[in-house]
């Protein structure tokens, strides 16, 4: 049986012929991209995570990655309560966005109670409530030719500063599960669990949901953002970039 964990795509420099996940045109793929290739195509990409009955959250719920940015401008916004936080919506979109979370929480809402798999080895089941992604994307409206979200941090690592970003494609862009989530367990989001808002990709490992956003940005390729791999662990640590679970 194929599965995403069993499929391996060897030979760095091989070329292998395929098709384009967007389009019908015969492509040379890379190996990194045939594996991407191949993971969307062995798996029902739009279904959904479990969700979770309110008695079966966690007890306790570590954080993950950064417990806080502390820089001087993230802690500025939250000596505000994040008053004066925005997030900022731009790339390849028709009409760009400056949200606050005011704006945030009145958009149609949508709660759930998922399993957050962490890449270190240990899981915990929260509740997260957030505006779906789509709906932020729709009112920007992707221009054509647009591939990627790509979601850029406040925090930053070592002392080159290097900031957090990590990117999703378009099908998990616009899956129903993907959320802005500015609350957990019924309460704003705290520091530790990437306060004002974090991406929640519930089909996705922990390292891709994305906390303290600052900026979404729509893209066609994920060339010259970072080093190119698709997300701050991917570049450093050679994580895959398509994490699904």
Request: hydrophobic share 40%; glycine share 10%; with cysteine.
């Amino acid at each position: 049986m194929i599965t995403r964990r069993n499929l391996i795509v060897t030979g760095g420099a091989t070329l292998l012929a395929g098709c384009d996940a967007w389009s019908n045109s015969p492509i040379l793929l890379n190996a990194e991209e045939a594996n991407r290739y191949f993971q969307r195509s062995v798996t029902g990409r739009a279904a959904l995570a479990r969700e979770f009955r309110p008695d079966q959250r966690s007890p306790r719920f570590r954080t993950n990655g950064t417990a806080n940015p502390n820089t001087p401008e993230y802690n500025a916004l939250a000596a505000n309560g994040f008053a004066d936080w925005r997030l900022q919506v731009g790339g390849m979109v028709q009409r760009p966005l400056s949200l606050s979370l005011a704006q945030l929480r009145s958009l149609p809402q949508r709660a759930q109670i998922t399993r957050h798999d962490c890449v270190e080895g240990w899981s915990a089941i929260g509740k997260w409530q957030g505006p779906q992604l789509e709906q932020v994307l729709r009112l920007a409206g992707l221009r054509d030719g647009a591939r990627y979200i790509v979601f850029h941090c406040a925090d930053v690592f070592g002392q080159r500063k290097i900031p957090y970003y990590e990117s999703i494609d378009l099908i998990d862009a616009f899956h129903p599960q993907t959320i802005l989530a500015w609350s957990m367990n019924d309460a704003p989001l705290g520091v530790g669990h990437g306060a004002p808002l974090r991406l929640r990709v519930e089909r996705q490992l922990g390292y891709k949901q994305a906390k303290y956003l600052m900026r979404i940005e729509a893209v066609a390729s994920l060339d010259g953002i970072g080093r190119g791999k698709g997300g701050f662990w991917e570049d450093i640590a050679g994580y895959e970039w398509y994490a699904g679970i």
